[in-house]
C-alpha cells in the first residue's frame, strides 16, 4: 500500500505571495490532518478533514485553510506569506475520526524569503 | 488538553534497552497515551498507545502506572535507527479527533 504523498516536496516564496500544498492519503483512508512544523514552536495541529468537511481546527490565522476532495486527497491554501510561515508543512491520514494510527507523509518544506 | 512532560533528551548505548518516561500528572480517564517518533528528516510514524494495561508491539512495549499519572516506553535493545525524537501524547478519543497535542518530545540518541 502505498504511503501518504505531499507534494511539492520543497517549496520557496517571497513575502505576501499564497501558496497550495497537496497531500494524498492513504488509499481508503477518510480523515487527513495537517501540522506545522518549526524549530520554535515545534508540531502544532493546523486542521483535520474527514470526509470533506473540516472537523478541527487549530490556533492559527484564517490566511490559512484547506479543504478535502471526494477521493479525499487534501489540499492547504496560505495566503499573504510571511515570513513565519517557514516550516515544515505534514500531513497524516487516518483510516477513522476519533482513534487509530495516524500515518504522516515527508512534508513540504515552505521557505519563505 | 492534558499536559505531557519528557526529559530533552536521553542517551543509550547500542543493543541496550532504553526507558522514555512520560509525565502525565493530570491525564483524565477517557485519555489513552500515544507514543511517536520522529527520525530525522521524516514525518513522525506511531510507535504504540494504551490505556490502563501494560503494551507490548512489534516496535516497543509500554508500561503504564497503576495510578496513570506516568507511564514508559520502552525499546528493548536500541538500535543506530532508533534515534529520533520521541512524543508522548494524550488523546482524549471522545473530544479531539484526530488531533494530536505534541509535546517538546524526547530526543534519544543512540552511541554504537
Known amino acids: 500500500k502505498a504511503g501518504v504523498t505531499q507534494t511539492p516536496r520543497y517549496l520557496i516564496k517571497t513575502r505576501g505571495q499564497q501558496v497550495t500544498l497537496s497531500c494524498s492519503p492513504i488509499?481508503?483512508?477518510?480523515?487527513v490532518s495537517w501540522y506545522q512544523q518549526t524549530p520554535g514552536q515545534g508540531l502544532q495541529f493546523l486542521f483535520e478533514?474527514?470526509?470533506?468537511?473540516?472537523?478541527n481546527k487549530g490556533n492559527f490565522p484564517g490566511r490559512f485553510s484547506g479543504r478535502q476532495f471526494s477521493n479525499s486527497r487534501s489540499e492547504m491554501n496560505v495566503s499573504t506569506l510571511e515570513l513565519g510561515d517557514s516550516a515544515l508543512y505534514l500531513c497524516?491520514?487516518?483510516?477513522?475520526?476519533?482513534?487509530?494510527?495516524?500515518?504522516f507523509g515527508p512534508g513540504t518544506r515552505l521557505t519563505v524569503l | 488538553d492534558a499536559k505531557t512532560t519528557q526529559p530533552n533528551s536521553m542517551e543509550s548505548n547500542e543493543e541496550e534497552p532504553v526507558h522514555l518516561p512520560c509525565n502525565h500528572s493530570?491525564?483524565?480517564?477517557?485519555?489513552?497515551i500515544h507514543w511517536y517518533r520522529q527520525l530525522p528528516s521524516q514525518g513522525p510514524e506511531y510507535v504504540i498507545h494504551?490505556?490502563?494495561s501494560n503494551v507490548n508491539n512489534r516496535m516497543a512495549s509500554l508500561a503504564i502506572a497503576e495510578d496513570r499519572k506516568s507511564s514508559t516506553l520502552i525499546l528493548h535493545r536500541a538500535t543506530l535507527r532508533d534515534a529520533a525524537v520521541y512524543y508522548c501524547?494524550?488523546?482524549?478519543?471522545?473530544?479531539?479527533?484526530?488531533?494530536?497535542?505534541f509535546g517538546g518530545g524526547t530526543r534519544l540518541m543512540v552511541k554504537p
Open positions: 497524516a491520514s487516518s483510516a477513522r475520526q476519533g482513534f487509530g494510527e495516524q500515518f
Open positions: 488509499s481508503g483512508h477518510r480523515s
Open positions: 478533514y474527514f470526509s470533506e468537511t473540516q472537523r
Open positions: 493530570t491525564i483524565s480517564g477517557t485519555d489513552y
Open positions: 494504551g490505556l490502563t
Open positions: 501524547i494524550l488523546r482524549d478519543v471522545q473530544n479531539a479527533g484526530n488531533m494530536l497535542t
